[in-house]
């Protein structure tokens, strides 16, 4: 069972709001952090996901998931048009949120 316990902006670039995060969201009980797919499938996706990341995980020993919902479709033909998932270091972000087409598609 998942249950939400609270959620949360970065606050915009740089991500100001981010070091208060770990604090309040440990507060509130939380076990994992899910960020949104939105920092993922952001033209571009955000430069700072990873130091978000990293520094959440470092300083608050909390588990940092990448993706909220499934991409859909029509991120997925952009970004594959434009080339920006083409790294290697994409395919571990993009796991969890990289379904099959019927499933992108319901979320276009």
Same mark, same amino acid.
């Given at each position: 069972? %998942?249950?939400?316990? *609270? +959620?949360?902006?970065? =606050? *915009?670039?740089? =991500?100001?709001? @981010?070091? +208060?995060? =770990?604090?309040?969201? @440990?507060?509130? *009980?939380?076990? %994992? @952090?899910?960020?949104?797919?939105?920092?993922?499938v952001g033209y571009p996706p955000c430069p700072y996901m990873d130091t978000f990341k990293n520094l959440l995980e470092n300083r608050f020993g909390i588990k940092v998931v990448w993706g909220t919902h499934p991409i859909p479709q029509k991120y997925l033909d952009l970004h594959t048009k434009l080339g920006t998932w083409g790294g290697p270091e994409w395919k571990e972000k993009l796991k969890l949120v990289m379904t099959d087409e019927a499933t992108r598609l319901k979320y276009n």
């Open positions: 069972m %998942v249950e939400l316990v *609270g +959620y949360t902006t970065c =606050g *915009g670039c740089p =991500g100001g709001n @981010i070091e +208060y995060t =770990g604090d309040e969201m @440990i507060k509130n *009980g939380v076990e %994992v @952090i899910h960020f949104a797919t939105g920092f993922l």
